[in-house]
């Protein structure tokens, strides 16, 4: 897939879950002086979850096709090299609880034989986001992710994750997200703030005002540095 950047005006789609994870760039974009390089730039707020994602992004590009999709959230981390608070560039995303569990053995559809791990627009079972030439000009961690539609707090499901993809961050959206945009053939980006180590659900140990400051402020220098 091959992006082009080099024409003077171009219409870029927003994605989040809530308005509440992108509420800060929500208000610059109410305010008539910011024209970020007098890009079109529409939001779509999806609701929470694989399914919301997938339904509504795809009902939104029927009629129209945007030049660039961003996807901007909050989501955990497993990583100790990914800090709370910190906003991260997900390289490649994947469905990380779609399979079967036996005896407490996860096998996902690939590894049962239900599916292709290379049948577009899987990559070895992941879901990889190739726009490199826009990367290049990100200044931020690229790392792996995984999607699930149960958050836990449990060790075991941590760890069974952690074992089968090694991912750096968890979220409910994401893969969704890649799918949609891979099959349609669209230059995309999912950015995530970092709010909470996975397994954490004691909320005062969270970073979600950090992590919600510091990825709006990512989101509006992507939007302002765009051509």
């Keep these: 897939m091959k992006c082009k950047y080099d024409f003077c005006q ?13 509420e800060p760039t929500l208000l610059l974009l109410e305010k008539p002086q910011n024209k970020f390089n007098n890009h079109n730039i529409e939001v779509l707020i999806t609701g ?6 997938t339904y ?22 497993f990583s100790k090299q990914v800090l709370l608070g910190q906003t991260v560039l997900i ?8 399979g079967m569990e036996e005896k407490q053995h996860f096998t996902t559809l690939f590894d049962a ?15 990889v986001n190739d726009t490199t030439k826009l990367f290049d000009k990100l ?22 994750l952690v074992q089968h993809f090694n991912p750096a961050t968890e979220s409910m959206e994401g893969a969704a997200f890649h799918y949609v945009c891979l099959q349609q053939k669209l230059c995309f980006i999912q950015i ?29 220098k992507i939007l302002i540095n765009l051509p």
């Design 48 to 53: 929470v979850g694989q399914v919301n994602t």
């Design 192 to 220: 995530r703030g970092i709010s909470n180590t996975v397994g954490e659900r004691d909320k005062s140990k969270w970073a979600m005002k950090d992590a919600i400051l510091n990825l709006n402020i990512e989101l509006e």
């Design 113 to 127: 034989g239900f599916a292709k791990k290379n049948d577009y627009p899987f990559n070895d079972g992941w879901l």
């Design 10 to 22: 171009m219409y870029i789609l927003l994605v989040a879950a809530t308005k509440f994870e992108i």
């Design 91 to 98: 390289k490649q995303d994947t469905f990380g609880d779609t």
């Design 139 to 160: 200044s931020l961690h690229a790392v792996k992710g995984i999607t699930i539609n149960k958050i836990s707090d449990s060790l075991f499901q941590r760890q069974q």
């Design 56 to 77: 509504f992004l795809t009902q939104n590009l029927l009629n129209k096709k945007p030049g660039l999709v961003i996807q901007a959230g909050i989501a955990g981390t």
